[in-house]
């Protein structure tokens, strides 16, 4: 009786005699389910996974699976080739990728940056903190050495062209890859497949992938007197206007004995995708680097982006294939690779891809880009957002001011160009 005289209501009072109480309503966020589906098993042999381009995403997804005790095959059809890339890798991936700093030729400190009518803006070195630069390199010896370390961990090299890709009928059927070596034709069967190779990718063609836009980067080696390299000791220069790209930009780089002095345009020809294809998994199938687009548009650099998706689904393999004993499916992929990257990386492609629209659109939204980078704020959060590969924390106030400042530039500059035409007509 004494228990029943604490209680709030006796448990006898009827519930019609009981006062309506008001409560503020609870909104309680569904879970979202998932259902994974249980993984086919192996027997008595371990998941075979085929790495296709021995790149930066390439070999990094194959010493990843490697390591993670997968059998492993990378295909890279010519292995010392050069490439006409910038050379240019974002600070940040020396350590998270654990780079030799033997490999970097030069460690870059000064920027130039030259419009339509050749107003020049330097990004000053006071913009850098002092451990900081921009490290430049030569891609045939990073992909050389990138490769070793695939080998090291275990992955088997195929110096090999892929020309086919023979799709299964079943989920646990395997993949055909067919091949040349030395003019034979040869064939590998494989469980998965990463297709890390170039834009103009036989196996995207085979799983019907889509289609992208794509530009391509002409570039020249040129060797200078020493005097004339002491120059571009530290130096990148970077040209906008219509006269040296018509697209995007043109470039002069310093390398290990010379420079690199490209430009990128829209041409039939080998070609760099400037976004993604509208599919990267199909199947047991993972699309990464050029072969499905991770390149900026505003700047035509991805080799960090590459390199991490290559990391990314080399590890959600050996993640989901439970120790390299069961088959893995494309819900696998999608799950543990395509919405991991997703979410670390599509906000910055998103936000990067609409710089470009903007600045890029003709040479009066060239001259604003240039005028606004005059400004040391916008100079510091370039280089912070480039060397760590994530958008820059800035002060609030300030990016008011930027963008204000942005706007009345391109305002400006539209209305001298509109002038400027009407004086030649």
Request: proline share 5%.
């Amino acid at each position: 009786m004494a228990a029943s005289s604490q209680l709030k209501y006796p448990l006898k009072t009827p519930f019609s005699q009981r006062p309506i109480e008001k409560q503020e309503p609870r909104f309680v966020k569904p879970r979202r389910l998932s259902v994974i589906a249980a993984h086919h098993r192996l027997h008595d042999r371990k998941l075979r996974v085929a790495v296709i381009g021995g790149g930066p995403a390439g070999s990094f997804a194959a010493e990843a699976l490697a390591s993670g005790g997968i059998e492993t095959f990378l295909f890279e059809r010519s292995p010392s080739t050069a490439i006409p890339c910038g050379g240019v890798i974002p600070l940040c991936m020396i350590d998270e990728f654990s780079i030799p700093i033997h490999l970097i030729d030069r460690h870059v400190t000064k920027m130039k940056i030259i419009s339509p009518s050749n107003l020049t803006v330097d990004f000053r070195s006071k913009s850098l903190r002092t451990y900081e630069s921009i490290p430049m390199l030569r891609r045939e010896v990073l992909d050389s050495f990138l490769q070793t370390q695939a080998e090291s961990a275990g992955a088997r090299m195929i110096p090999s062209l892929v020309t086919h890709l023979e799709i299964p009928f079943s989920s646990s059927s395997p993949y055909v890859i067919h091949h040349t070596i030395n003019n034979s034709r040869q064939t590998l069967a494989d469980d998965a497949i990463i297709d890390a190779d170039e834009a103009n990718s036989k196996v995207a063609k085979s799983i019907k992938a889509g289609n992208y836009t794509c530009t391509i980067a002409f570039q020249e080696r040129i060797k200078l007197p020493d005097d004339k390299m002491e120059y571009y000791q530290n130096l990148v220069e970077m040209y906008v206007g219509n006269d040296v790209s018509p697209d995007f930009y043109a470039q002069v780089f310093t390398k290990y004995d010379h420079v690199a002095v490209g430009t990128v345009i829209k041409v039939e020809a080998h070609p760099i995708p400037e976004h993604p294809r509208p599919t990267r998994v199909r199947g047991r199938v993972s699309l990464m680097g050029d072969a499905v687009g991770y390149v900026i548009k505003c700047s035509g650099e991805g080799i960090y982006f590459v390199a991490k998706s290559g990391r990314m689904c080399g590890e959600a393999i050996v993640r989901e294939s439970d120790g390299r004993e069961s088959m893995i499916s494309e819900d696998d992929l999608k799950r543990e690779y395509l919405m991991e990257w997703d979410k670390k990386y599509l906000s910055t492609f998103r936000f990067l891809n609409l710089l470009q629209r903007v600045f890029y659109g003709s040479d009066e939204a060239r001259e604003a880009l240039v005028e606004v980078c005059g400004s040391e704020y916008v100079q510091r959060m370039t280089f912070d957002s480039y060397l760590y590969k994530k958008l820059a924390q800035g002060d609030r106030f300030e990016d008011v001011k930027m963008v204000l400042s942005t706007l009345g530039s391109l305002m400006r500059c539209k209305i001298i160009g509109r002038d400027m035409e009407a004086l030649k007509l």
